[in-house]
């Protein structure tokens, strides 16, 4: 009798437990990394679910998907990516949705930012910006500087990363007086220009389910938790734009 309260309070502990707790395995794009992380512990607190996280370029982690790699579901940083998942046979169909828009910014950590382009006509020597082959972030950087018409002039100045993460080291590590990373990142911090929108094509972040994640309870649940308002608000606090353009 004295096991009693000992065993009522262990079956007690039991029943908050999911049924059966899985894990998945996901492709995060790097701009999203520690937003990722974030939503992956409020997601298992949650559910007792496990995300097992790989990060890198979106356009990276996509030749992985179609080389053969075990990811359940793709986090990209474009609507691209998730859309030729479907149409080349790697995702399933009717699953894409926009989990979040992301935003561009220079940064610096020894420059004044603040007159916003006119930086970039100063004296520095090394601009970092993601692969934009790989990287949307990188793809939009490329496009902010056509537009204001120095492409051709910093082109020699320019360094570039795997995918935006590097790019931000770049910056940090001294290797580049600038950098086009995702405000995401340095939001909250000194030495930020938020680039107009109107300079880049919108960064519209999409998610897909991929076919190894189809009967996969955790890579259901997780991809309808990124619409919960917990997940929202989350994301919006990391400095996204989500809400309206979130699909039902």
Wanted: glycine fraction near 10%; charge should be negative.
């Amino acid at each position: 009798m004295r096991y009693a309260g000992l065993i009522g309070a262990l079956l007690g502990c039991l029943v908050v437990l999911p049924a059966r707790a899985e894990t998945a395995q996901v492709a995060v794009a790097a701009n999203f990394t520690e937003t990722a992380e974030q939503l992956a512990s409020l997601f298992a607190a949650q559910t007792g679910h496990e995300l097992r996280l790989s990060f890198g370029a979106t356009g990276l982690l996509y030749s992985q998907i179609t080389q053969g790699a075990p990811f359940d579901i793709l986090l990209a940083a474009d609507a691209e990516r998730p859309e030729r998942a479907v149409a080349e046979g790697y995702g399933v169909e009717g699953s894409v949705f926009t989990y979040a828009i992301g935003a561009l910014a220079l940064y610096s950590t020894t420059l004044d930012v603040s007159a916003g382009a006119e930086v970039l006509q100063g004296a520095f020597e090394k601009l970092a910006i993601a692969d934009p082959a790989a990287a949307p972030y990188g793809q939009a950087a490329v496009e902010t500087l056509t537009a204001l018409g120095l492409l051709d002039a910093l082109q020699p100045k320019l360094v570039m990363g795997e995918n935006i993460g590097q790019a931000l080291q770049f910056v940090h590590t001294g290797n580049a007086e600038l950098g086009f990373v995702a405000l995401s990142q340095v939001a909250g911090q000194e030495g930020v220009w938020v680039v107009p929108s109107a300079l880049y094509e919108p960064i519209r972040q999409d998610a897909v389910l991929l076919n190894s994640g189809a009967n996969n309870a955790a890579a259901t649940a997780f991809l309808a938790f990124l619409r919960s308002d917990d997940a929202v608000s989350l994301i919006q606090g990391a400095g996204y734009r989500v809400g309206s353009v979130i699909a039902p």
